[in-house]
């Protein structure tokens, strides 16, 4: 997502410790609940509301990975964890190793997918989004 920064300047951030399946673009086609997860997040971070951002790190695409809060989230501000417990994003473990937020978004997780919300609902047709993206850039791209 795109935010501006206080000083004007438009910064692109990537949320940090979870994978929300893809939406359609490019020549890319999206993944299912892809365009309601966009939704979900657009939901909470709307054009002109305030954020706070914790950067946590800057990728090897120069974005800002965030924890993002905002007055408008459902539960403790967590733009994060309000995708998680919607069941609109999973934990991306493979870049998650901080604690306490590590528990924090692995419970949420669980308590979504005993739930069956959002991409939990047919969990046995769920591909992680860093799946099919690695399987969309060797097929449908050649």
Not at 15 to 43: C, F, T, V
Not at 85 to 111: C, F, I, T
Request: glycine letters at 6%; hydrophobic letters at 35%.
């Amino acid at each position: 997502m795109k935010v501006r920064s206080p000083f004007g300047s438009i910064v692109t951030v990537r949320l940090y410790g979870i994978d929300a399946p893809e939406a359609p673009h490019g020549n890319m086609p999206g993944q299912p609940l892809g365009e309601a997860s966009k939704s979900a997040l657009e939901e909470l971070v709307y054009p002109g509301s305030e954020v706070t951002i914790h950067v946590m790190a800057v990728d090897k695409y120069r974005r800002f990975v965030s924890i993002v809060e905002t007055p408008s989230c459902y539960d403790s501000c967590s733009v994060n964890l309000s995708l998680l417990r919607a069941g609109m994003a999973e934990v991306y473990r493979e870049y998650l190793n901080d604690e306490p937020m590590r528990s924090a978004y692995l419970e949420a997780e669980r308590q979504a997918k005993k739930e069956r919300r959002g991409i939990w609902n047919n969990a046995s047709s769920y591909e992680r989004p860093n799946h099919f993206r690695k399987r969309m850039s060797v097929s449908h791209f050649k």
